[in-house]
Nanobody
Framework: QVQLVESGGGLVQAGGSLRLACAASARTYSSNAMGWFRQAPGKEREFVAAISWSVVATFYADAGKGRFTISRDNAKNTVYLQMNSLKPEDTAVYYC???????????????WGQGTQVTVSS
């Protein structure tokens, strides 16, 4: 069964940190690039970060560069998103996704989690 389950979201004050995790089934995780996207109320889902299967390549949207770090533990079938210096505009539902390549577009991902809410208060 294809499955991605996000965790680690919550309420944090501006300037704080959160670490999101996405646990995947072996079928979803194996050999796939993984990405994080987010969707704020009334806005389209947008790219946050992606990482290749081999961990060699990572990519970030401008909004998260220098603040967010994507990583993965292939032994645990888990991908992480460390978010530091959070801002109120980072408030959104964060989704992890699996696909063939670490792309910035939604259509490159075949598997999606249900999302985890991140709320940053000012």
């Amino acid at each position: 069964q294809v499955q991605l389950v996000e965790s680690g979201g919550g309420l944090v004050q501006a300037g704080g940190s959160l670490r999101l995790a996405c646990a995947a089934s072996a079928r979803t995780y194996s050999s796939n690039a993984m990405g994080w996207f987010r969707q704020a109320p009334g806005k389209e889902r947008e790219f946050v970060a992606a990482i290749s299967w081999s961990v060699v390549a990572t990519f970030y949207a401008d909004a998260g560069k220098g603040r967010f770090t994507i990583s993965r533990d292939n032994a645990k079938n888990t991908v992480y998103l460390q978010m530091n210096s959070l801002k109120p505009e980072d408030t959104a539902v964060y989704y992890c996704a699996g696909g063939r390549r670490p792309a910035a577009t939604i259509d490159q991902y075949n598997y999606w989690g249900q999302g985890t809410q991140v709320t940053v208060s000012s």
